[in-house]
């Protein structure tokens, strides 16, 4: 059995809203388009026209997650009827952040919207009171289990697409059920997933065999740049805009090059630098092992798990150097070195 029960009010709101809303965070991944999509097959089944909006293009590698085309990706901001359809939705619901600063350009209008919102997460929640009703499930493996007990609480049969929807959120989260996450629960959802008709050996291929020449290109150039610090326990490397330009690769496609960079031995704490733009820097961070390095990111306004966080730093002269600097300094203050 499931150790999380989903709150009954939560489920009534869900069993009777027909016109509901989903979002989830920006640059979303496999758990937060996974669980997205796949809740909204879910609500399609029971009735409801649901609406799911992204602020990001997702990497190519996950369209396996959404393969029937629900989820829109909004190229800028909203447009009106974007903005009305949030506007008249009569159910918001929130996957996989509690941070309203992570939904991005949806913000806004979700926190005008007049709807009762709704989280479904597996991150720490800080502030519950901004949502009508937060379930948020920390030791759940990924939020598309908590997807998945709500479809089991209403019982039925579960959509085919749905399934994959929901087994790449929790595949991906769980590293293909390599991390510390994959609890007995995983297990067992990946077992009625299974049994509801996913083929994980056909998703893994399309999300880890399916790279472009391109993409394979610019993780070498990633690898070549690898450093080292604190002895070998914190690894390092870089990509800059010039590089992504050159092979022609969205910041979408870059998931997963973070974890290229764990395979080295000894490693504890790794981390990605990438340049959006000249003094903006997005940060990547991984952990090997016991070490947690949520608070690293936590302490340059970023956020995620233990073993999994992310980071923004900007400022109008900040370069590479100077953010690579401050991280080592920051992880190896964690590490005690």
């Known amino acids: 059995m499931s150790p999380f029960q989903p709150p009954a009010a939560l489920l009534e709101a869900l069993r009777t809203c027909r016109r509901p809303f989903l979002?989830?965070?920006?640059?979303p991944d496999g758990d937060a388009l996974g669980s997205s999509v796949g809740l909204a097959q879910i609500l399609r089944d029971h009735g409801a026209d649901p609406a799911v909006l992204l602020t990001h293009p997702v990497p190519?590698?996950?369209?396996?997650?959404?393969?029937?085309?629900i989820a829109t990706v909004i190229p800028g901001e909203p447009n009106e009827a974007q903005l009305a359809r949030i506007?008249?939705?009569?159910?918001?619901?929130i996957l996989d952040t509690s941070e309203p600063d992570r939904l991005g350009r949806l913000r806004e209008a979700v926190f005008a919207s007049p709807a009762p919102r709704l989280l479904?997460?597996?991150?720490?929640?800080?502030?519950?009171?901004?949502?009508?009703?937060?379930?948020?499930?920390?030791?759940?493996?990924?939020?598309?289990?908590?997807?998945l007990r709500i479809h089991e609480e209403w019982g039925g049969?579960?959509?085919?697409?749905?399934?994959?929807?929901?087994?790449?959120?929790?595949?991906?989260?769980?590293?293909?059920?390599?991390?510390?996450?994959?609890?007995?629960e995983a297990f067992r959802a990946a077992s009625v997933l299974r049994a509801a008709g996913?083929?994980?050996?056909?998703?893994?291929?399309?999300?880890?065999?399916?790279?472009?020449?391109?993409?394979t290109q610019a993780l070498g150039g990633v690898l070549s740049r690898l450093q080292t610090a604190g002895e070998g326990r914190v690894v390092?490397?870089?990509?800059?805009?010039?590089?992504?330009?050159?092979?022609?690769?969205?910041?979408e496609e870059l998931d997963g090059f973070i974890d290229a960079l764990k395979q080295v031995r000894g490693a504890e704490i790794v981390f990605l630098v990438v340049e959006l733009s000249p003094g903006r820097f997005k940060?990547?961070?991984?952990?090997?092992?016991?070490?947690?390095?949520?608070?690293?990111?936590?302490r340059f306004g970023g956020g995620g798990h233990a073993k999994a966080a992310g980071c923004r730093l900007e400022g109008d002269s900040l370069t590479e150097e100077q953010v690579i600097e401050q991280l080592v300094a920051a992880s190896l203050e964690i590490l005690g070195s």
């Open 23 to 27: 979002c989830t965070h920006i640059y």
């Open 60 to 69: 190519g590698k996950l369209a396996c997650a959404d393969p029937h085309g």
């Open 120 to 147: 479904i997460d597996h991150h720490i929640c800080d502030d519950p009171g901004i949502f009508d009703i937060a379930w948020s499930e920390t030791t759940s493996p990924s939020t598309g289990n908590l997807v």
């Open 283 to 298: 940060v990547s961070l991984r952990s090997k092992g016991a070490v947690d390095v949520h608070p690293i990111a936590v």
């Open 87 to 93: 506007a008249e939705a009569d159910l918001i619901v």
């Open 236 to 251: 390092h490397s870089t990509l800059g805009t010039a590089e992504l330009e050159r092979h022609g690769i969205p910041l």
């Open 157 to 184: 049969a579960l959509d085919p697409a749905a399934a994959d929807s929901l087994f790449v959120a929790l595949a991906t989260d769980t590293g293909w059920f390599r991390f510390s996450n994959s609890t007995p």
């Open 198 to 215: 996913v083929d994980p050996e056909e998703i893994h291929r399309q999300i880890h065999e399916n790279s472009t020449p391109e993409r």
